[in-house]
């Protein structure tokens, strides 16, 4: 079952603007983790957040989980078009557990 | 970093027969694979939980008779996709977990399967 949702399902910006996507999901989670999908190919891990963590940066992201309205962002700044993807946010439950995934946002960077 | 290596990419088969798809971890030990099915522009959704030396767990709904998982060693998992339909027809992707490494998953690259 769905656990994550995203939010804007799609969003289109041109290169060099930050991009935000956000995600909520319903149950208490362990962990909470973003992936990136460029069409027809397998997922990278971008980034996790614990549920004891705010904040975490990457390079060029930002992620955010706010455990108590059960809600995570990724910010990616001066973005670029090779940042074209579907991103989907993850929820795990445990060390070893599954994803739940959620249903994802194409992004869209113009040149 | 930890790879995942799954084949084949694209496969094409008769209704009827069965298509088995590898998913390898190239570097790391994994006692856990999981295996998605993912439709056009659409999530990843779980099918099972592939355990090393015992039954996977499979998600509910979907069938395991039909889609049969091995996970006989550390490195590698496989899920047969028996006498195959048309709606079988998607894009499967497994994905593993480097037990000594970070809770990041790793994923293989996917297989699309069509079925005619």
């Known amino acids: 079952s769905q656990q994550g949702e995203e939010d804007p399902q799609a969003l289109s910006i041109q290169e060099g603007e930050n991009a935000t996507m956000n995600c909520s999901y319903k149950t208490s989670i362990n962990n909470l983790q973003w992936y990136r999908q460029n069409s027809g190919r397998g997922l990278v891990h971008l980034i996790l957040?614990?549920?004891?963590?705010r904040e975490k940066h990457s390079g060029r992201l930002r992620v955010t989980l706010d455990t108590s309205k059960k809600s995570s962002s990724l910010l990616i700044t001066a973005s670029r078009a090779a940042d074209t993807a579907s991103y989907f946010c993850?929820?795990?439950?445990?060390?070893?557990?599954?994803?739940?995934f959620g249903k994802g946002i194409t992004l869209s960077v113009r040149p | 970093g930890a790879v995942v290596s799954q084949h084949p990419s694209r496969v094409i088969c008769k209704s009827g027969t069965s298509v088995k798809i590898e998913c390898r971890s190239l570097d790391f030990q994994a006692t856990t694979m999981f295996w998605y099915r993912q439709f056009p522009k659409q999530s990843l959704m779980l099918m099972a939980t592939?355990?090393?030396?015992?039954?996977?767990?499979?998600e509910q709904g979907v069938e395991k008779d039909k889609f049969l998982i091995n996970h006989a060693s550390l490195t590698l998992s496989t899920l047969t996709v028996t006498s195959a339909h048309p709606e079988d027809s998607s894009f499967y992707i497994c994905?593993?977990?480097?037990?000594?490494?970070?809770?990041?998953?790793?994923f293989g690259s996917g297989t699309r399967l069509t079925v005619v």
């Open positions: 993850a929820t795990g439950t445990g060390a070893n557990s599954k994803l739940t």
């Open positions: 957040i614990r549920s004891n963590e």
């Open positions: 592939s355990n090393e030396g015992s039954k996977a767990t499979y």
């Open positions: 994905s593993a977990r480097d037990v000594q490494g970070n809770y990041g998953y790793t």
